[in-house]
T-cell receptor
Framework: KNEVEQSPQNLTAQEGEFITINCSYS?????LHWLQQHPGGGIVSLFM???GKKKHGRLIATINIQEKHSSLHITASHPRDSAVYIC???????????FGEGTQLTVNP | DVKVTQSSRYLVKRTGEKVFLECVQD?????MFWYRQDPGLGLRLIYF???????EKGDIPEGYSVSREKKERFSLILESASTNQTSMYLC?????????FGSGTRLTVV
């Protein structure tokens, strides 16, 4: 069992839909990152959170420390949101990230 | 705009060549990392560094070495490139504020 698991692996949505990507982890963490990777490879850090909720534009990230679970929500999805979304846990034991396998999101017009 | 810069976006090298992948950050971050990303395997840590001249092996260090002579620069070295090192290579740096990733180098070894 991976220490960080994401679901779903693939997600196809219609423009305008509300999207949720889930991340569960089994290790102790000091923070959890949500990353976005577009075709071509570069990774952008969307959020780093250790409790509660953060919002940036149409993106919302939440984390429940007791349940070891985080979600990334996208409201009013748009084709430009199509990308791979990766959650990564920063373990309490150091500076290393443990990555989920990623969720491929495709938003159709 | 703070960033992590990888010297090459695409690289094609021959088997047996010595390959250098360069990464530079302008954020004065202590920590720097090299990952490779392969389909179905996700991101895997090759090496990381907590400080100048310090290096630690990650999960898949075999066939690689690193160099960190200056705080802002972290180099990944493939001593003798092999076809199974064809991959996307990503550099990152971090502080307590979070991680910043480079744009990646897609290396093909032929």
């Amino acid at each position: 069992k991976n220490e960080v698991e994401q679901s779903p692996q693939n997600l196809t949505a219609q423009e305008g839909e509300f999207i949720t990507i889930n991340c569960s982890y089994s290790v102790g963490i000091s923070a959890l990152h949500w990353l976005q990777q577009h075709p071509g490879g570069g990774i952008v850090s969307l959020f780093m959170l250790s409790s509660g909720k953060k919002k940036h534009g149409r993106l919302i990230a939440t984390i429940n420390i007791q349940e070891k679970h985080s979600s990334l929500h996208i409201t009013a999805s748009h084709p430009r949101d199509s990308a791979v979304y990766i959650c990564a846990a920063l373990q309490t034991s150091g500076s290393r990230l443990t990555f989920g396998e990623g969720t491929q999101l495709t938003v159709n017009p | 705009d703070v960033k992590v810069t990888q010297s090459s976006r695409y690289l094609v090298k021959r088997t047996g060549e010595k390959v250098f992948l360069e990464c530079v950050q302008d954020m004065d971050h202590e920590n720097m990392f090299w990952y490779r990303q392969d389909p179905g395997l996700g991101l895997r840590l090759i090496y990381f560094s907590y400080d100048v001249k310090m290096k630690e092996k990650g999960d898949i260090p075999e066939g690689y070495s690193v160099s960190r002579e200056k705080k802002e620069r972290f180099s990944l070295i493939l001593e003798s490139a092999s076809t199974n090192q064809t991959s996307m290579y990503l550099c990152a740096s971090s502080s307590f504020r979070g991680y910043t990733f480079g744009s990646g180098t897609r290396l093909t070894v032929v």
